[in-house]
């Protein structure tokens, strides 16, 4: 019916979680609630990036502008983020955002004094917080790195009589505002495809025209059992809805030899942090904001209801 509506609830099934991933499939909701979970987390869940540099000495070969913005890019732990205050809104340092509520200090002194080139990486900064440090990725497993000399982001390389002395001032932030506060390197999510094949037509085809159906796909979706010679479905979401086993059916004369359908009510998300804060935090912080501002439009609508209802009155009670 035409303007009805209908609760939905929503289930999560976790597929593989670790410190900086997390695949899961959303199921029983809509691609509209679906994208707006996938915006929050990159831009709307609060992280932690410094945000004011204040340099006292700088003879590297990069100028302070540089550097500033380098500073900016690495990666904070931002567990206490969401406890934090933004510092425009806080009340007791007059927003001007130099107080343990609503950042955190850094200091970085480096010298070279010899003639070996000085690397200056992000632990070598140094934190009013313990909580609040550079991200470190010595840890992660499989990187692909050879961890065993790991010495952090390189924010500038100093060579014989180069100094760089800094301040800089970490505060909360949302990717929104710049993409420095974003949790997220990454967050993708596709429809959960359903493939149906046409068990009467497939018998029909010859051995050799089973395996040029199965090789037209761009993707490893189809194989072919060896025992029975039968075509099965191996990796349905290995398929990127690009219609080639449909066309490649059709050019062999055997249309509807094989239906694609994408599920409009499950979804498979695929989380990437960026190390601020784990990709489990990430999902749970995401949807506890989405929540909010659920929450916030709900209000809305029943502050619209009360203006009809009550008129001028209901808008003077609100202070209108």
């Known amino acids: 019916m035409e303007g009805a509506s209908y609760q939905r609830f929503p289930t999560v099934k976790i597929r593989e979680l670790k410190d900086d991933y997390a695949k899961f499939e959303l199921r029983d909701t809509d691609a509209s609630m679906a994208n707006a979970l996938r915006r929050v987390m990159i831009a709307e869940v609060p992280t932690i990036a410094i945000d004011l540099v ?10 302070d502008e540089f550097i500033s913005h380098r500073l900016g890019l690495i990666p904070l ?5 969401m406890s934090m205050r933004f510092s425009r809104d806080c009340d007791a340092c ?12 850094f200091h970085l002194r480096a010298k070279c004094m ?31 790195f050879d961890n065993t000399e790991n010495k952090g982001i390189i924010i500038v390389k100093l060579r014989r009589g180069q100094e760089l002395r800094l301040r800089a001032i970490a505060r909360k932030g949302i990717g929104k505002d710049h993409a420095k506060w974003s949790p997220a390197a990454t967050v993708t999510f596709m429809y959960e495809p359903e493939i149906h094949i046409d068990e009467d037509k497939m018998g029909t085809l010859s051995l050799e025209e089973k395996e040029s159906f199965v090789e037209s796909s761009p993707t490893k979706v189809f194989a072919i059992d060896p025992n029975t010679k039968q075509v099965l479905v191996v990796d349905p979401e290995a398929y990127t809805y690009d219609d080639e086993v449909i066309k490649k059916a059709e050019a ?31 999902v749970l912080n995401a949807i506890e904001i989405l929540k909010q501002k659920l929450d ?22 609100r202070g209108g």
């Open 296 to 317: 916030a439009v709900r209000l809305s609508e029943d502050t619209v209801e009360a203006d009809e209802q009550f008129g001028e009155l209901g808008a003077h009670m």
């Open 114 to 144: 010899n003639d070996q080139t000085l690397d200056v990486t992000s632990k070598d900064l140094y934190s009013s917080d313990h909580t609040v440090v550079p991200v470190d990725f010595s840890d992660s497993a499989g990187s692909g």
């Open 252 to 282: 062999m004369g055997k249309p509807g030899l094989v239906e694609i359908h994408a599920r409009e009510d499950s979804f498979i998300f695929t989380v990437e942090s960026t190390g601020a804060i784990k990709a489990s935090q990430l």
């Open 54 to 63: 204040e340099i006292e000495v700088n003879s590297s070969v990069l100028n």
């Open 77 to 81: 732990t931002s567990e206490r983020a």
């Open 94 to 105: 007059d927003g001007d955002g130099q107080c343990e509520y609503c950042s955190v200090e």
